[in-house]
């Protein structure tokens, strides 16, 4: 009999593999990967050396070790952590809009395939639907939801009042740790995105991975 981790991870493998298969039915490139270590390859053999990179603040990126790699490996990475004004931020936020590959991760996915974030100012949903080339999604299992309504309600009740604690915001949810469906300034709970199909087919390529990442 199989002890605990080892049955979440038999349940990830196999569902993993499901979804993406399901993915690719709705016109996403899509692979199951069991390992940080594997999808981080994986996301690295999708871009070359002459691609513009630019992120869509994704932990599961950096947790996975996919910003440190590409850096470390001389790739054209533009990072806005690593500007010194508000206005070399905001400059390399909009360079997503014309990179050839922009990093992301989603707050929740669904058993059908279907891909759901929320977002505060509107840069990441924004750079996902239009503009680079190539979006790349890196996501962990743990974000894995039963349906639409059931995703949602994860990215707004899990994933935002995270980040909004860990963005230290003043909303509501970053003093509580709990959605109090707030309309504060800063809200983390803006922009709602739900991805149904890919268009034009593969530009959108999720990389699913068999680990408890992200929020």
Same mark, same amino acid.
């Not at 905001?90 to 990179?99: P, Y």
């Not at 707030?182 to 593969?202: K, S, V």
């Given at each position: 009999?199989?002890?605990?981790?080892?049955? $979440?991870?038999?349940?990830?493998? +196999?569902?993993? /593999?499901?979804?993406? !298969?399901?993915? %690719? &039915?709705?016109?996403?490139?899509?692979?199951?990967?069991?390992?940080?270590?594997?999808?981080?390859?994986?996301?690295?053999?999708?871009?070359?050396?002459?691609?513009?990179?630019?992120?869509?603040?994704?932990?599961?990126?950096?947790?996975?070790?996919?910003?440190?790699?590409?850096?470390?490996?001389?790739?054209?990475? $533009?990072?806005?952590?690593?500007? +010194?004004?508000? /206005?070399e931020?905001? !400059?390399?936020? %909009? &360079?997503?809009?014309?990179?050839?590959?922009?990093?992301?991760?989603?707050?929740?996915?669904?058993?059908?395939?279907?891909?759901?974030?929320?977002?505060?100012?509107?840069?990441?949903?924004?750079?996902?639907?239009?503009?680079?080339?190539?979006?790349?999604?890196?996501?962990?299992?743990?974000?894995?939801?039963?349906?639409?309504?059931?995703a949602?309600?994860?990215?707004?009740?899990?994933?935002?009042?995270?980040?909004?604690?860990?963005?230290?915001l003043?909303?509501?949810c970053?003093?509580?740790?709990?959605?109090?469906?707030?309309?504060?300034?800063?809200?983390?709970?803006?922009?709602?995105?739900?991805?149904?199909?890919?268009?034009?087919?593969?530009?959108?390529?999720?990389?699913?991975?068999?680990?408890?990442?992200?929020?």
């Open positions: 009999m199989a002890n605990y981790n080892d049955a $979440f991870a038999l349940r990830n493998d +196999k569902a993993g /593999e499901v979804i993406a !298969e399901r993915m %690719r &039915k709705r016109h996403f490139q899509a692979w199951y990967c069991k390992t940080a270590e594997e999808a981080r390859d994986k996301a690295i053999s999708l871009i070359s050396k002459e691609d513009t990179i630019t992120f869509g603040g994704s932990y599961t990126a950096e947790q996975i070790g996919l910003l440190s790699a590409l850096k470390e490996g001389g790739y054209r990475v $533009f990072d806005r952590k690593e500007a +010194k004004t508000l /206005e931020k905001e !400059e390399i936020i %909009r &360079k997503a809009f014309s990179s050839d590959v922009f990093i992301t991760s989603f707050n929740a996915f669904t058993e059908d395939g279907q891909l759901i974030n929320i977002d505060g100012n509107g840069n990441r949903v924004a750079a996902i639907a239009y503009g680079p080339k190539s979006v790349i999604a890196v996501i962990g299992m743990n974000k894995l939801t039963g349906d639409v309504e059931d949602f309600d994860r990215a707004q009740t899990i994933a935002a009042p995270v980040n909004a604690q860990r963005l230290e003043k909303s509501g970053a003093k509580t740790g709990l959605c109090c469906d707030c309309l504060a300034e800063d809200t983390a709970c803006c922009y709602y995105q739900r991805i149904r199909a890919c268009r034009p087919a593969g530009k959108i390529k999720v990389i699913l991975i068999g680990e408890d990442l992200g929020f």
